[in-house]
T-cell receptor, first 114, second 113 residues
Framework: DQQVKQNSPSLSVQEGRISILNCDYT??????FLWYKKYPAEGPTFLIS?????DKNEDGRFTVFLNKSAKHLSLHIVPSQPGDSAVYFC?????????????FGQGTTLQVKP | EAQVTQNPRYLITVTGKKLTVTCSQN?????MSWYRQDPGLGLRQIYY???????DKGDVPEGYKVSRKEKRNFPLILESPSPNQTSLYFC???FGNGRYEQYFGPGTRLTVT
């Protein structure tokens, strides 16, 4: 049972355009969401997060939007750069007492073309 | 430099030969976890530890053991590896106490023949 789903295995955008990566979840108990970025031969690195009490969080070129009623979150990258080409994972957690337990999606491979 | 280290980075072994993958962090983190990454399945948590001598199962614990005798170390033990444990393994650590961000090691590529 995949509680966190990234239904698009891959995405290709032109440099300078917006990249939108999507993530859906099924468990309404999730209250904190994170995005990670992974380059080949490296471990995932934390990118941005959002608490369920917010609907938007921004950090430079990266913005995460949360729609709790739809159980959907998205990561916007504007403008996209070739160095953003990587695998992006969304992850969810079920509360401050469980900060050690993250549920990850399958990942979306983003390719930004020069 | 704050980091999570794993050893070895690459390992090829045979079915049934016990192995240990080490993980160490230098950030004084409370929480540590092990994940495996497989194509189409993303990252799945194997085990996690909330503190020394406190561990719990993740989503795919079968065939794995862990121990947390010291805060900085969290080794993953495969007592009798099988080919379905061929995967890319990541160790991660985090502060806990409401801070969710996990810091990942570089990964260990394990092949069991």
């Amino acid at each position: 049972d995949q509680q966190v789903k990234q239904n698009s295995p891959s995405l290709s955008v032109q440099e300078g355009r917006i990249s939108i990566l999507n993530c859906d979840y099924t468990n309404s108990m999730f209250d904190y969401f994170l995005w990670y970025k992974k380059y080949p031969a490296e471990g995932p690195t934390f990118l941005i997060s959002i608490s369920s009490i917010k609907d938007k969080n921004e950090d430079g070129r990266f913005t995460v939007f949360l729609n709790k009623s739809a159980k959907h979150l998205s990561l916007h990258i504007v403008p996209s750069q070739p160095g953003d080409s990587a695998v992006y994972f969304c992850a969810a957690s079920k509360g401050s007492g469980n900060t050690g337990k993250l549920i990850f999606g399958q990942g979306t491979t983003l390719q930004v073309k020069p | 430099e704050a980091q999570v280290t794993q050893n070895p980075r690459y390992l090829i072994t045979v079915t049934g030969k016990k192995l240990t993958v080490t993980c160490s962090q230098n950030m004084n983190h409370e929480y540590m976890s092990w994940y495996r990454q497989d194509p189409g399945l993303g990252l799945r948590q194997i085990y996690y530890s909330m503190n020394v001598e406190v561990t719990d199962k993740g989503d795919v614990p079968e065939g794995y053991k862990v121990s947390r005798k010291e805060k900085r170390n969290f080794p993953l033990i495969l007592e009798s590896p099988s080919p379905n444990q061929t995967s890319l393994y990541f160790c991660a650590s985090s502060f806990g106490n409401g801070r969710y961000e996990q810091y990942f090691g570089p990964g260990t590529r394990l092949t069991v023949t």
